[in-house]
């Protein structure tokens, strides 16, 4: 007799579009659907609608794995568990999330950041499937990162929030005051989409290539790199969201790593390799997605939190 | 027939004084001896005379616990594992530091830094007792961090080489150079003993608590635990260090971090219990030494690197 193939659900929960989707164990999504994230009710209601008519046309789930925008709950020994916390998106801060799929559907359901998901896919599917440290880092409407450390995302006392890190004022940039509603000049402030918007008026890619933002950008994101690789030590730093798709960034955000580094990290991965080091992502768009479904088949195959 | 109690050796090999010691599994020393770093041949052979002296009258050494100043090569797979990288220490660059003990005693050996040695002990014995993810940060000569996730120290690439990350500058600090030799005003070009000699002429200790210095000090830490919580989200952060001996710097340094966190950390841990969140190290002088002794027991333990 053959085994019957798993089939597992995945949600990617972003902050502007939900993703649902079936896949299989080697990531090929088998069914899928977008639609904006609106209020919470109607937008679980179109996630379970969805999951409950794949779940009758492919056979019960074996899992379901679900990467959601953030803050969230990742401690499994609180009430709270799965829930979303205090987030500025309106209406959902106490949303719980991976408690009302549970209640559905009688499968385990894995939980975890979108970023840390989009990490954990690039590992097994992606620009990172050789190495078991790495960042994921995704630079767009916020920046947000995950962090894998010996295969296995960090959590700790909440998950990393690497967006609100405060990078030094590049000297060209030394009057704008950033748009972080919160610290105003932290990285997310001065170097996502929207803090591009604010300071030029413009989105990236409209802006010539001698103007002086594309390295204010770079320089920024240099700094990111380089504070990762001083604090978590990755293999690999992958780079995706919206502002990353100017390909031209990529390069001068190695060169400013460098410089950040100042030859202090003596490792040929970076001195000689930058170009394999800080990388794009492979999985593209499909990055959170495929997380989600990484999510659903470790929550089979790895049902416990590891121990020590 | 009873159980013969484990003895074990353990190394602190530091830049500035190398500690030896016999432990056994409850970590107390049995017996310890120091003496300051001098040239690596001479260094190693008196650590070696020590080891080989307390071997006889212990009985044979269960493993050796080595946690050594850096950079070091902690991949298992290198042929370079278990030796000191470039360092500006003279003539310790490219020692062999695990082999040498390997190679005389037929034991299991363990290696990592020193500083995530300290996490370990003070999270097995001293102020991180009951947490799984830490940080130990040294601020003295230099500055360093040891980073255990899930119990397990943070390696990657290399290992967290924390003190060399760019804070930004403080409003009352912006003509002072630095005195980092790679990057001038990193956060050890700027807050490690040395550099406040270099400001001020004398010891943080000598100035008047109206002194500048103390809010200049607090600030770039206040910064540092701040990065620390946003990419590695520790469940607690132990400073110790000749510079953290000025107890009144500790609660500076607690208010910074509230300070660059903006609140946007929406933990309890952090926002009402802060003071048991950044804490003074348990074991003072001896978390070098007892890290080591942990060292040397996973060695025994856990004798292969986790696998997933």
Known sequence: MTEVPRIFGAVEAGGTKFVVAIGNESGEILAQERFPTADPRSTLATMQAFLRQQNQAFGALAAIGLASFGPVELDKDSARYGFIGRTPKAGWSDTDMAGTLAREFGCP????TDVNAAALAEQRWGAA?????????????????????????????????????HPRRHPLDVGFEGVCPFHGDCLEGLASGPAIVARTGVLLQQLDEAHPQWHIQADYLGQLCAQLVLTVSPQRIVMGGGVMSQARLLPLI???LLHWLGGYVDRSEILSDIDRYVVAPELGDDAGVCGALVLAMEAVERPRPRQY
Do not use: A, K
């Open 109 to 112: 359901i894995g939980f975890d």
């Open 129 to 165: 499937r050789d190495v078991s440290n790495l960042v994921y880092l995704t630079i767009g409407t916020g920046i947000g990162g995950g962090v894998i450390v010996d295969g296995v995302p960090i959590h700790g006392l909440m998950h990393p929030e690497i967006g609100h890190i």
């Open 254 to 256: 190695r060169t400013r």
